[in-house]
């Protein structure tokens, strides 16, 4: 489902730039957000940056 999510959103980018975060570690901080229940902005440094996600 996220990587159809993407390929729509990148078809509708006017640079057609991918991103340069990967799926799978947007998919963890989301998991991790939802278990832990902490602020977005205090996801850990090893996670992608809380924008990102």
């Not at 390929?7 to 570690?25: F, H, I, K, M």
């Amino acid at each position: 489902m996220i990587t159809s999510w993407k390929q729509g959103r990148v078809a509708r980018s006017a640079t057609g730039d991918p991103g340069s975060c990967d799926l799978r570690e947007v998919v963890n901080a989301i998991f991790y957000q939802n278990r832990t229940g902490c602020q977005w902005r205090m996801l850990p440094h090893d996670l992608p940056a809380w924008s990102a996600v």
